[in-house]
Structure formats: structure tokens, C-alpha cells
């Protein structure tokens, strides 16, 4: 079996109302990011209670996922991004140390 060459990068979750979706994948596009996976209708349970995932007539209110992996150098500047998001709107950022193969599609 032929080995892949791993690299190691940060992994981002980022998780907002979809009504932010914009702001947030605007933010990432100016730091330099090259993609983005974002997954829709989030259930789930937190501080403030239960949040139903998938409404049927309002997809700003659902919460989403977007998911990216970056070299760690970004992660500051993301996270600088969106620290005056974060005191008015709710919402999570967690990050994670991962490893990718490809790495040339990680990098602008």
C-alpha cells in the first residue's frame, strides 16, 4: 500500500444561525481561505436548552456547521474575525489539531 504523506492543520467548526451564513463564509473567503464544507439544520443541546434542527418556513434559524481545515497561521486572524461577531450573536468556535493529506488543497 503506497503511503500518503500527512500534513498537519487546524480544523475549525464554527457553528452560527444560518441567518450569519453569509458574514461568516465572507470572513473566511478575506482570510485567505480555500473551502469550506457547511452542514444545515443542526440539532442539538446546549446552554440554552434543545434547538430543533431542520424549521420548516425559516432557514435563517436553524443553525449550521461550517467546517475547514487551515494552516495554523490563519486560525488567529479567523478567530480575530470573528471575536466582535461572537459578543452580540450566539454561537462556537471549536478548533482541533488534524491531519490532511493533499496539502496543496489547503493552501492559497
Do not use: C, W
Not at 432557514?59 to 461572537?86: C, N, S, T, Y
Amino acid at each position: 500500500m503506497t503511503n500518503l504523506n500527512l500534513s498537519p492543520v487546524k480544523k475549525l467548526e464554527i457553528i452560527i444561525e444560518g441567518a450569519h451564513q453569509e458574514f461568516a463564509t465572507d470572513l473566511l473567503d478575506r482570510a485567505g481561505v480555500t473551502g469550506y464544507t457547511i452542514v444545515g439544520n443542526l440539532s442539538g443541546k446546549g446552554r440554552h436548552g434543545f434547538h430543533e434542527g431542520h424549521l420548516m418556513f425559516n432557514e435563517d434559524a436553524v443553525l449550521i456547521m461550517i467546517i475547514v481545515a487551515v494552516p495554523e497561521e490563519l486560525v488567529e486572524p479567523i478567530l480575530e474575525g470573528f471575536a466582535p461577531f461572537f459578543n452580540k450573536h450566539t454561537g462556537v468556535v471549536f478548533i482541533s489539531d488534524i491531519q490532511v493529506s493533499r496539502l496543496v488543497k489547503f493552501k492559497s
